[in-house]
T-cell receptor
Framework: DSGVTQTPKHLITATGQRVTLRCSPR?????VYWYQQSLDQGLQFLIH???????AKGNILERFSAQQFPDLHSELNLSSLELGDSALYFC?????????????FGQGTRLTVV | GQQLNQSPQSMFIQEGEDVSMNCTSS?????WLWYKQDPGEGPVLLIA?????ELTSNGRLTAQFGITRKDSFLNISASIPSDVGIYFC??????????FGTGTSLTVIP
């Protein structure tokens, strides 16, 4: 158990819909990273937050947004969903910024868009 | 998006053998990370490297940050069945962007 909690574990939704993925980092970790893993694109870095502030953006679509709240949990919002958004979404946390890239990963949310 | 060139793509080895895999990039990286991912799980960080030339060990695992800052190597000595999984390299470039390798699938035959 990495200490990073992601909910929900599985999500099935229709095209055009909007979903929110939630991440609770390890206690004390200030950095949260979001990643997308799919068969065709592999692991892709989406966005990094440190202590509530956005620090770096990767291959994150404009239809996607994220935020980190004062209690350090983070949410990834995916809107106008397309079939190609089906993937495993990981959150990772670490104490420092940026350095690690997320030393501790959650188990992921598997999103299926139908 | 950009991905690092990781090789080999897959390896089938006998238990007890040593394993080597590497990652190369066209860009200079400030940090190299190596992860292992088991089916249905998130990646687990194995080794982090922060300086060119740095050589770091974690048990039977040893990784090196290449002198050119464009490559990294991971070696596993005396492989055991629980080493099975997919190994990913990742790098942090000078713009704080993370890129992942395409993964090396390791199968250890008892």
């Amino acid at each position: 158990d990495s200490g990073v909690t992601q909910t929900p574990k599985h999500l099935i939704t229709a095209t055009g819909q909007r979903v929110t993925l939630r991440c609770s980092p390890r206690s004390g970790d200030l950095s949260v990273y979001w990643y997308q893993q799919s068969l065709d694109q592999g692991l892709q870095f989406l966005i990094h937050y440190y202590n509530g502030e956005e620090r770096a953006k990767g291959n994150i679509l404009e239809r996607f947004s994220a935020q980190q709240f004062p209690d350090l949990h983070s949410e990834l919002n995916l809107s106008s969903l397309e079939l190609g958004d089906s993937a495993l979404y990981f959150c990772a946390s670490s104490l420092l910024s940026p350095g690690f890239g997320g030393a501790f990963f959650g188990q992921g949310t598997r999103l299926t868009v139908v | 998006g950009q991905q690092l060139n990781q090789s080999p793509q897959s390896m089938f080895i006998q238990e007890g053998e040593d394993v080597s895999m590497n990652c190369t990039s066209s860009s200079i990286f400030n940090t190299w990370l190596w992860y292992k991912q088991d089916p249905g799980e998130g990646p687990v960080l194995l080794i982090a490297l922060y300086k060119a030339g740095e050589l770091t060990s974690n048990g039977r695992l040893t990784a090196q940050f290449g002198i050119t800052r464009k490559d990294s190597f991971l070696n596993i000595s005396a492989s055991i069945p629980s080493d099975v999984g997919i190994y990913f390299c990742a790098g942090l470039d000078t713009g704080n962007q993370f890129y992942f390798g395409t993964g090396t699938s390791l199968t250890v035959i008892p």
